[in-house]
């Protein structure tokens, strides 16, 4: 497919929130949810191979995958999440030298994915040209963001398939991001082939996405992994500049539950669910760890926002989160859930 056709694919892709679209515009497919067996996960592969739709577990959150070399399989991931056309997607790989194929690797780039790799870590660098990626991944952009999950069912996958897997998370565009297999069924149920099911995400927040296609490492997205374990590496990294999408998971309302969020709250007010941190929030409806913990925090969270947004209640109050390691991450998520939907449209930069 030449670069024109697929530039014309993309603006044929849905531009805007389309959640009302009717799903008959969509191809329906007979979901299989699979215990992550090595036959089911062989059996991903395959399907893989074909150009199908599969979800799977990673460190951080659940992926819907497909060929990241098959346009039409890349295509389909669009539709199926209802994505916005200029959101680009994360193209896993086996292993670094894989990766370093795809995209012009730096000595920064080796340096990080020595520290981090397999792990919560997306770097952003230049496509190397003829890299058999479909342009469609990168949606219009010159680079590619690359990632080597460490997840075991993930690692068993891309070696089986023997191929690099585009993966977003896997909700539909605007639904926060699925930690565990039935999440993934909640959003995709009938839109996707198959969910490889290996129980809740370990770490339970995207990977921190960092941009290395410029001359200073530059933060587009906090995440799974501490902004500081990057920083004692490569120095420190930039806050993104420019009111242009340059990572569109910026979009200040991308991580959405359906009712008004209050943060910073001590208790909850009348007809208020609270989600609470640590000891002292005694009177929460939920608690992401009533030890203080920041990790685990950062595993119940997606989790306990899609509980909480469920339930009976008008609004959803949230105790304070400290503002260090995985902290500051779940704070980003909050603050962008927080934004009323009309302020959604273009991001501040998110401060790392
Ligand atoms: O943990 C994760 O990162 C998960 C798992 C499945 O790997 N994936 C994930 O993908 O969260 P997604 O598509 O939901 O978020 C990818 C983020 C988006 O903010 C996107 O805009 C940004 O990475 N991104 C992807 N390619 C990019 C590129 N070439 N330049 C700048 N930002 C890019
Ligand atoms: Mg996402």
Redesign the pocket.
Known sequence: MSDGSLLCMLHLLPATRTRDRPDSELTQRQTSILKASPEAIHEAALALRRGGLVAFP????????ADATNDAAVAAIFAAKN?PQF????V?FADADSAAAAVAFDGRARRLADAFWPG?L?L?LPRRAANGISLL???G?E???V?V?GQPVARALLADAGLPIA?????RSFSV?PTTASHVAADLDGRIDLILDDGPCRLG???T?V?L?TETPTL??L??LPVEDIEAVIGTLAAPTGSA??????LSR?YAPGRPLRLNATAAGPDEALLGFGPQATGATLNLSPRGSLEEAAANFFAMMRELDRGDFAAIAVSPIPQTGLGRAINDRLTRAATPPEEGSLAGATAP
């Open positions: 990673t460190e951080t959150v659940y992926g819907l995958g994505r959101n680009p997607l994360i896993h919560p997306t952003v991944v990168s949606a952009l680079t590619v963001a990632r999950p993966a977003p998370s896997a909700n991001s927040l995207e990977s996405v941009d296609s587009l997205r995440g799974g999408p340059k990572s569109p998971g910026m991308h």
